[in-house]
Structures are given as structure tokens and as C-alpha cells.
């Protein structure tokens, strides 16, 4: 009996749907775990690597590298003065964390507070005299590393920038156009210019050990403000001089998390074209979710806020040369902190009658006036570089060093490997 024509179309369409479906859900597994979570609110507890597939390799030594984000500037104690490393910081915490217990491992502390990819931007960048610091200096410092982290970006697109023209105003009547440094930050990240500077920084790294264990966690950065983006915070203001106070309303806010996002976006764009399963995007910007600035119904910050602001409260310049600070003092390096004072110094010249919103200016210490208390603002505090290393921890792909036969011999013995210590030799020789 022949089969009427039609009869087949709808088995037909379905088998069609169910081979589409397959071939998708092949594809995007065929994609490396970081290229699968680009968007990632947060890698779940089921899509954590199983112990089966994890990486097995003994971690004997591993480098942190980039800005102040990972130097972690202003938390906890001090551990170097020139790069402003801090013990609270998120590489300081992933050395100590159970993750790399057993391995007797060390730690090269290669970050360093204002480092930048490159110093040519243009006229956008943050004024300096060709003295930043920059990440390929790092990247030639590391020895034998298992593993890298590296948080950079922040700087090459100007954040301190932003904060400066849209919130604080240390230039008083000749701080930047908040929306000409917005329209330029955008116009940074999103160029093929900041695409092929991060690619070469990725692939230079990569160059410093061939094993195919070898990893980067590359780590972003998170919005500021609160989603929810209430009026609460509407009629408040961070800048510096009266006069100059632009208030933080919600278009304000809206903007500044947009770009955040942006360069977030970017990045995790950049690692997830390069479909390698050596670079690792550690998205944790969603665990400062109720975290941030501007909390619905707790006012600017609080105990929560896992932020720093600096207040600048009792400012002293008196050691600061106006004329020459913006190229010849920590300012021309890109250090937030010191950025500031001199643009205080700078306005209190030019405009002596201008007065700050509270506090005084002291024009007669002696004191070196560039602190890690100046430089960490809207940079994590201890429980957000917490967040950064549990984050870290949802991506971690290395065996624990109990399933390894090649640790240490302590290990082996039943003895514990000792933690070796942090290596400071690129600071130190900066």
C-alpha cells in the first residue's frame, strides 16, 4: 500500500529538530569550560569539574600578576611599600588557602599597584611621563609557575579617570568632562586596539611554560553600584572641593556599572574566542551582589559595602610639588592614590580659595603624603578578595595534592609540605 504523500513530514521535522539539537549541544561542549561560561552570573556546583577530570600535576610554584586589584591595595596588612601588596589581597589568600595544601608550594607576588598593558593609549590615558609600570615586566619575572593569576585592564581603560571627572573632582574647575571620560573609556575597551594589547599578554604569559596543565585565571572586575539602582543615594556625593559635588544619580550609577560591565564583558569575550583551555575566566563580579555601593535602604555604604571609598577627610600636601607631581611622583605611574593628592595639589594652587567639603588641607607636613589609604578606593576589602578566591575555587581544575603520586616527599612520609613562602624580587627591584 503506498504511503500518502506527507505522511512522513512531521517525523521527518522532528528528526530534523532532535539531529539540530544534538549538533548544538555537541558544539558547545566541544567549547573549553571558560569559553561555555562567558556570561556566567556563577559556575554552579554541577558544573564544577568532577575529580575525574581534574588536572594532575604537583603545584610546586605559581605567580600573581597585575594591578592593584591583585596587589590588593589597603587590605589587610602591608606587605611591600613600593607595590603596596597587602596579605588580605586574593593572591595572598589563594596561597594559603586548603586548594594548594599539601603541595609545599611558593608564590611569586609579581602585582603591583598601577600597572597598565601598555603607556601609549593617547591622550585619553591618565597623564604620566612614560614612567607606569607595565605588565610585560612582570611577565618576564616569572619562573617556573604551575599556574598564573592576572587581573589587568582596569588601569588601560582609566578607572581612576572616571572616578576623578564623574565622582570625586579633585581638579576642582579643571576636572575632566565626566561624559567626554566615559565616551573614551568606552571607545578603550571596546577598540581592536585593547582586544590584540590583552591577546598579547595572554600569549606572552602562556609562553612561560608549555606543559598543557599550565593555567591562567584571569580575573575581571565588578560593577559599584547596586543593580536595583534606587533614588537613595540620588542626592549624595563623593567629591572633594565644595562647589564641585556631582551627586550620584541613577544615570550616574547606571553609567559607571554599564562600563565596569563592559570591560567585564570584553575580557571574558577575548578569553572565550581564544577557545583555550589553558586561560580561565574567574567572573566573580556576581558574588558582590549585595555588596556594593548604594544598598537599597542602607545608604551609600555599610558594614556590608565590600568596597573601599576614600574620603580624603585630612589631606596633606605639603611635600607635594603642583608643578611637577603629575610626572615626576607615584602619580605619573598610574597609582590611584597618589593621582589624587596631586590633583589636589594641583587645584589647591590654582584655585587657593577653593575649600574641600570637610576636613582640611595641611600644606606644611612633612610626611610623605602617598599612602595605601589614599589608593584604596573602590578597591576590595578582606571579604571581597574572599569572594575573588571562592570564585576561583568554583573554576579550580588541579587535583587535590592527596590524589597526586608525585608531591613532596614530606607528603609522601605522611608529613605536611611547608608553604615556601611569597617572592617579592620584581617589587623590590621597582
Not at 599550565?214 to 539602582?229: M, N, Q
Not at 577575548?270 to 580561565?280: H, L, M, P, Q, W
Request: proline share 5%; hydrophobic share 35%.
Amino acid at each position: 500500500m503506498p504511503i500518502p504523500r506527507g505522511a512522513c513530514s512531521v517525523p521527518r521535522v522532528l528528526f530534523a529538530l532532535i539531529i539540530s539539537t544534538v549538533a548544538a549541544l555537541a558544539s558547545q561542549n566541544s567549547l573549553p569550560l571558560n569559553a561555555r561560561n562567558l556570561h556566567n552570573k556563577s559556575i554552579t556546583a554541577a558544573e564544577k569539574l568532577p575529580v575525574s577530570d581534574k588536572v594532575m600535576v604537583s603545584v610546586k610554584n605559581f605567580a600573581s600578576l597585575g594591578d592593584s586589584y591583585a596587589a590588593g591595595v589597603g587590605a589587610g596588612s602591608q606587605l611591600d611599600s613600593k607595590c603596596w601588596q597587602y596579605s588580605e589581597s586574593y593572591p595572598a589568600q589563594l596561597n594559603n588557602t586548603d586548594m594548594l595544601k599539601g603541595y609545599g608550594h611558593s608564590m611569586q607576588f609579581l602585582a603591583c599597584t598601577g600597572t597598565v598593558m601598555r603607556d601609549d593609549w593617547g591622550s585619553s590615558a591618565s597623564s604620566g611621563g612614560g614612567k607606569k609600570k607595565i605588565i610585560w615586566d612582570q611577565i618576564d619575572a616569572i619562573k617556573g609557575a604551575d599556574f598564573v593569576t592576572l587581573s589587568i585592564g582596569g588601569n588601560d581603560a582609566g578607572f581612576f579617570d572616571i572616578l576623578n571627572g564623574c565622582i570625586y573632582k579633585f581638579y576642582g574647575p579643571a576636572s575632566p568632562s565626566c561624559e567626554n571620560i566615559k565616551k573614551s573609556a568606552r571607545e578603550k575597551m571596546m577598540s581592536k586596539e585593547f582586544r590584540v594589547t590583552y591577546n598579547k599578554v595572554l600569549d606572552a604569559i602562556l609562553t612561560k611554560n608549555s606543559e598543557k596543565s599550565f593555567r591562567i585565571f584571569v580575573t575581571g572586575y565588578s560593577k559599584f553600584f547596586d543593580d536595583k539602582l534606587t533614588d537613595e543615594c540620588s542626592g549624595k556625593s563623593l567629591g572633594y572641593w565644595a562647589g564641585y559635588q556631582p551627586r550620584l544619580t541613577v544615570k550616574l550609577r547606571r553609567d559607571l556599572n554599564d562600563i565596569c560591565g563592559t570591560l567585564n564583558e570584553m575580557i571574558g569575550q577575548i578569553i572565550a574566542e581564544k577557545k583555550d583551555e589553558r586561560v580561565i575566566w574567574v567572573n566573580w563580579a556576581p558574588k558582590f551582589d549585595s555588596h556594593r555601593f548604594c544598598q537599597p535602604g542602607k545608604g551609600l555604604a555599610d558594614k556590608d559595602t565590600w568596597f573601599y571609598d576614600a574620603a580624603f577627610r585630612r589631606t596633606d600636601i605639603g611635600s607635594i610639588n603642583p608643578k611637577t607631581c603629575e610626572t615626576d611622583s607615584e602619580a605619573a605611574t598610574g597609582d590611584w592614590g597618589a593621582q589624587a593628592l596631586c590633583a589636589i595639589a594641583v587645584a589647591h594652587a590654582k584655585y587657593p580659595a577653593l575649600k574641600p567639603v570637610s576636613g582640611e588641607i595641611q600644606t606644611t607636613g612633612g610626611r610623605d603624603p602617598f599612602g595605601p589609604n589614599d589608593g584604596r578606593l573602590f578597591h576590595p576589602k578582606p571579604e571581597g578578595y574572599r569572594a575573588i578566591v571562592d570564585q576561583i575555587r568554583e573554576v579550580w581544575p588541579y587535583a587535590p595534592a592527596e590524589l597526586r603520586s608525585d608531591v613532596d616527599d614530606a607528603s609522601a612520609k605522611g608529613g605536611e609540605p611547608a608553604n615556601k613562602g611569597i617572592d617579592f624580587e620584581l617589587a623590590k627591584r621597582l
